[in-house]
């Protein structure tokens, strides 16, 4: 038997839902850094084996008064895992809180598709709090099992994804069994990108940004060796962040440049040649062109 279908991972920001799709999967498909709203988009991380695929989709976590049409396109990744999933991972930590009215708990309480409950972080709190917390879950969603986790620590993940995987019906093989993702390499590439722009910019700067990949060639360097040329814009939506971006006599893009090509070369196993352009497209976040050029459900 064969079994396969969607798990979809769901829950406020930064409790770790990308942290734990990583470990489940065991390769880096989502960022990770420490800021809340890292994940933007709907990422598919696959699982196979000879007689199972798990189809993981980490989603932004939800926005509960959203600012930007970008907030919208976000949550509407959200709601969109609500109606493929055939297992749903709820994911919350000892420090997160909901009120009684939150959209997301509402949509979870009319979910059809079973729910784990999966607690995270718990190697930040003590046993009894963890034990009032399940208490307290169960008591408010309908769920099927809880775990206890530290996804950072990979604590707890390898029985969760043995419950899931027993959790999951028969069923077909929907990607290729040597595919990890539905997302290109070029889609990556951006995200690294984004990623060293959240951890090396303050305040509302990160949030400003987004990137395009104008160019990804794979060439050759003048001794043979292959060689990835990529050329990438950075967008932000106002005039006052782009010399902030740029630094200095150019130092500060100059020290994002070069931790995102290393990063970048890690990601693709190859030497890059990587060269960062800073573009002002005011207001993108409330700009349906904008979104939809970078990848967002309007």
Partial sequence: MHRSGFVN?????????????????????????AKPQTTRHRILGILSGEDFQIVFSDTPGF?????????????????????????????????????????????LCQAEAP???????????TP??????????????????TFTIAALRGQGTAELLDAILAA?????????????????????????????????????????????IESFKETQNKDGQPLTRIQAEIYVARKTHKP?????DGEAIKKLGTEARKAIETFLDTKVFLELHVKIRENWRNDDNALRRFGYQL
């Avoid at 997302?183 to 940004?209: D, G, H, M, T």
């Avoid at 902030?244 to 200095?248: A, C, F, N, S, T």
């Fill in 168 to 212: 999951l019906p028969q069923g077909p093989v929907y990607f290729p069994k040597d595919q990890l993702t539905d997302r290109p390499e070029r889609f990556f590439v951006a995200e690294i990108i984004r990623e060293k722009i959240l951890e090396l910019y303050n305040q509302e700067v990160p949030y400003s940004c987004e990137v395009g």
């Fill in 128 to 145: 009894e709090q963890v034990e009032l917390l399940m208490a307290h879950w169960q008591m408010r969603l309908p769920v099927q099992r």
């Fill in 63 to 107: 926005i509960q008064a959203p600012a930007y049409k970008m907030h919208e396109a976000m949550n509407r990744f959200v709601y969109t895992s609500f109606e493929d999933a055939d297992l749903i991972l709820f994911v919350t930590d000892p420090s997160d809180t909901y009120s009684d009215n939150d959209p997301l708990l509402q949509r």
């Fill in 9 to 33: 991972i769901i829950g406020h920001p930064n409790v770790g839902k990308s942290t734990l799709m990583n470990q489940l999967v065991g390769e880096r498909m989502s960022i990770i850094t």
């Fill in 115 to 125: 729910i784990f409950l999966v607690i995270n972080k718990t190697d930040l709190a």
């Fill in 244 to 248: 902030i971006l740029i630094g200095k």
